[in-house]
């Protein structure tokens, strides 16, 4: 642990054994005042056994990784759920208004890449928090949490993806597939390029330059879309599949190089909170 961390847990321990009569003031260099100490301590981890002798100790279970990833999503805000509805909502208002169908189409891209940024904070959190350290010594680790919050925020991002493709196919009479080509290119690339700045960038730094990523591709979306007018016509559809395959090629990369970092230990996974503790 950090200096600070060792600072705060030896002054709570002095605090708590110095309202003992028996171990008050003691002498750092007297044995007896230490064997004094030890005993109390003792006595205080086998209180409830002394109290309780006949009735069997309960034994710890350990949480299969089913239900560790299903307990996760508890653990994300509520805020973020709200936040990838109102996106869905916004592109179904989009698509029910009935404007301009390139508009649509254009919409329904950079919304996909904008749903990635929601999950931010929650992937990013053990870095953020600085709880990495922490979690490493859980049974359910740092490696563990990171594949639990990245399958739990992976899942609900496509599901809005879906929802949105689904709902601008129906108002726009066409295919899901042929929507859903559209959508993934903007979508692989702001998942992969948020992980990349998780991963490199300073925890401090990092939500921002997620934020500017999706950005990116959201300019870069509507500036293929100003020089090629005619990109979403159906000609260009083995163009987008080759975009998509691209992205997530590189989507796949990043997502295992985040499992290595985070498997292989903190100086790898988060190596700027281990500088601060070295």
């Known amino acids: 642990m950090c200096n600070v961390g060792h600072k705060r847990l030896e002054e709570m321990l002095v605090r708590h054994y110095a309202a003992r009569p028996e171990t008050a003031r003691p002498a750092a260099a007297d044995p007896e005042v230490l064997d004094k ?37 508890g653990f994300v805000p509520a805020w973020t759920w709200m936040a990838q509805v109102a996106i869905v909502a916004v592109m179904g208002a989009i698509a029910v ?86 959508a993934m290119p903007p979508f692989f690339s702001s998942c992969a390029g948020c992980l990349y700045a998780l991963r490199k960038a300073a925890p401090s730094a990092a939500a921002a330059l997620c934020a500017f990523w999706a950005v990116t591709c959201s300019a870069a979306l509507l500036a293929f879309a100003g020089v090629f ?31 290595r970092s985070a498997w292989a230990g903190l100086d790898a996974f988060s190596p700027h909170m281990a500088r601060t503790c070295s």
């Open 37 to 73: 100490i030890v005993r109390a301590m003792l006595d205080e981890s086998t209180l409830d056994k002394r109290d309780r002798p006949n009735e069997a100790r309960p034994r710890s279970r350990r949480m299969g990784f089913a239900a560790f990833v299903a307990a996760q999503a």
């Open 97 to 182: 208004a009935g404007g301009d169908a390139d508009a649509t189409k254009l919409a329904v891209g950079i919304l996909s890449a904008a749903a990635v940024l929601v999950g931010v904070p929650t992937v990013h959190a053990s870095k953020l928090h600085g709880v990495a350290e922490l979690e490493y010594s859980c049974p359910n680790n740092t490696a563990s949490v990171v594949v639990a919050r990245l399958i739990v925020l992976g899942c609900s991002s496509a599901l809005a993806v879906l929802l949105m493709t689904a709902v601008t196919a129906a108002y726009l009479d066409l295919g899901v597939f042929v929507v859903a080509l559209w």
């Open 229 to 259: 007018p005619k990109m979403y016509a159906e000609a260009s559809l083995a163009v987008w599949a080759g975009a998509a395959a691209v992205a997530l090629a590189w989507l796949v990369r990043e997502v295992v190089m985040t499992l």
